[in-house]
């Protein structure tokens, strides 16, 4: 495949342009990121459950087919990041990234734990069943620091805390950081990932510290306007005032 991809004009609704070629598309409660190449198109997360007709829609106005989609990466295992990922990997011929830890919940050959922080907080097994997604083959087990098949220049970076295996993508070519739940961007100040649905708060917060390895400056997060500028200072100062 070689193709352009351009954005036509775009209702307010639209994907969200982070650059040339990087978008995020509105699923159900979470943002997908959208990266397209020349041979095809990646996207981090899959929304929650019935997210695809929101995906494909966003896709469309970006003049891409789910045919063309060759990769998810998911962030992380919460069903509103992953709870899409069965009917959006039925759709495409995509296969699936996730960070190792996390690998065998995706597969099914691990049960999924409660995304709430406290376990012991009663769930009801017919619910949490129905948020998440039904198993689906991981070809890509990742590790801290590997690149992801089918595009070029996107780096995993493994930040655990918010979930064991939760993971930024850094896409080097546009200067970005994809964050997932790691970050929050709340009355335009950074904060960390919500305490209510991370599993460990302190472990989360000394993993941002790794994002500072790497040159950035747009930060996209998944429920949350994206920061398109000075984004890797703001989380230096952000660290550097949780500090003191």
């Keep these: 495949m070689d193709r352009k ?3 036509p004009e775009i209702p ?9 070629n990087v978008h995020q598309v509105r699923a159900l409660i979470a943002r997908v990121t959208v990266l397209t190449a020349r041979d095809g198109v990646v996207l981090i997360d899959a929304g929650s459950r019935g997210s695809l007709p929101a995906i494909k829609a966003g896709l469309s106005l970006l003049g891409v087919s789910l045919e063309q989609v060759r990769l998810i990466a998911l962030t992380h295992s919460h069903p509103d990041h ?6 959006l990997a039925e759709a495409t011929p995509a296969q699936v990234a996730i960070h190792h830890t996390e690998a065998d919940i995706v597969s099914g050959d691990k049960p999924a734990p409660s995304f709430l922080r406290r376990e012991r907080l009663p769930q009801v097994p017919s619910a949490v069943s129905f948020i ?4 689906v083959e991981v070809s890509h ?10 595009i070029d220049g996107v780096r995993a970076i ?9 993971t930024c993508y850094y896409v080097e070519s546009a200067k970005a950081i994809v964050v997932g739940d790691a970050l929050q961007y709340r009355f335009r100040k950074l904060q960390q990932s919500s305490w209510f649905f991370t599993r460990d708060p302190e472990q989360a917060r000394q993993s941002l510290a790794k994002l500072l390895d790497v040159d950035f400056t747009t930060i ?3 429920h949350f306007p994206p920061i398109k500028e000075n984004g890797r200072e703001l989380l230096a100062e952000f660290l550097q005032n949780w500090q003191t």
């Design 132 to 135: 998440n997604s039904p198993p």
């Design 220 to 222: 996209c997060f998944s």
């Design 158 to 166: 493994h930040t655990p805390g918010h979930t064991p295996g939760s």
């Design 82 to 87: 992953a709870g899409g990922l069965a009917e």
């Design 141 to 150: 087990p990742l590790k801290d620091g590997d690149y992801l098949p089918e």
């Design 5 to 7: 991809f351009s954005v």
């Design 12 to 20: 307010l609704l639209g994907p969200i342009r982070i650059a040339p």
